[in-house]
């Protein structure tokens, strides 16, 4: 739903970045611990993963305006979970 902001009429200012895919969400071999604290928050790493995606959107777009909006989505790893438990 947010992506359909950004090409709007009057909304040349928000930008969307799709963080999904951004860090591991992959539960063979503990995979995902390489991004994440626990189910809902990304370790250090993670959270540079997710600034590189947010500085490269904004370095892309310092040009063409000044007041920038941006959107996220993100899906946090309690998502992926669902009934399963995870213990880090």
Known sequence: ???AIAPLSGFSHVHYIDLLGTLSM???NDDYKRDWANEMHPNEEGFL???RRF?????ACRNECINVAVLLRFQPLAAKLSSRRAYF
């Open 55 to 59: 500085s490269d959107a904004v370095v």
């Open 26 to 28: 992959e539960m063979e």
């Open 49 to 51: 993963k997710m600034a």
């Open 1 to 3: 739903m947010l992506y």
